[in-house]
T-cell receptor, first 114, second 112 residues
């Protein structure tokens, strides 16, 4: 499988500020990465598909101007939560997609917006 | 789009018993069905998967079965151990750029 890291592992910010989360594929050149959001005791909800060198594809209902995704290299994708509000508090997890459809997840980032 | 339903939402068993979790999917084009185990605050870990050209797959105490006609697949864990306690998610995909749609999750508790 692929080894995936995320940074930071947790972050607390004030309402109205922006937060950037990094997802790195450490041993695999990832053309495709995925960003999920997971609220407590709920399932993983796909937010967007991050494609290296092109614009991300967002799921219905996810605001692309609020959740900015950049996938500038085969090892790094970033998610920026702009103007964060308390309702954005969640567990954000990225994954690396392999050609055979397997996905391997990062350790997640716990975002708390005060 | 794809819709995945997972049951039960919670499952409590005694150590040594078997546990079965079931999922149904809606998109007949889906051809990849992984199962993930997630411990509290941790990342989902792939534990087993099955593809549409196979009806059953086994890996030690874990097995998965797939019924393409009925569009359902199941996870079977035998000889359960307390360390099997976690949330288990099924998923379906393999059609749209590798996207996966996840089920709602099952909280499995194995009592010693």
């Amino acid at each position: 499988g692929a080894v995936v890291s995320q940074h930071p592992s947790w972050v607390i910010c004030k309402s109205g500020t922006s937060v950037k989360i990094e997802c790195r594929s450490l041993d695999f050149q990832a053309t495709t990465m995925f960003w999920y959001r997971q609220f407590p005791k709920q399932s993983l909800m796909l937010m967007a598909t991050s494609n290296e060198g092109s614009k991300a594809t967002y799921e219905q209902g996810v605001e692309k101007d609020k959740f900015l995704i950049n996938h500038a290299s085969l090892t790094l994708s970033t998610l920026t939560v702009t103007s964060a509000h308390p309702e954005d508090s969640s567990f954000y997890i990225c994954s690396v997609g392999l050609d055979n459809n397997e996905q391997f997840f990062g350790p997640g980032t716990r975002l708390t917006v005060l | 789009g794809e819709n995945v339903e997972q049951h039960p939402s919670t499952l409590s068993v005694q150590e040594g018993d078997s546990a079965v979790i079931k999922c149904t999917y809606s998109d007949s084009a889906s051809n990849y069905f992984p199962w993930y185990k997630q411990e509290l605050g941790k990342r989902p870990q792939l534990i087993i998967d099955i593809r549409s050209n196979v009806g059953e797959k086994k890996d030690q105490r874990i097995a998965v079965t797939l019924n393409k006609t009925a569009k359902h697949f199941s996870l079977h864990i035998t000889e359960t151990q307390p360390e099997d306690s976690a949330v288990y998610f099924c998923a379906a995909g393999g059609t749209s750029y590798g996207k996966l749609t996840f089920g709602q999750g099952t909280i499995l508790t194995v009592h010693p």
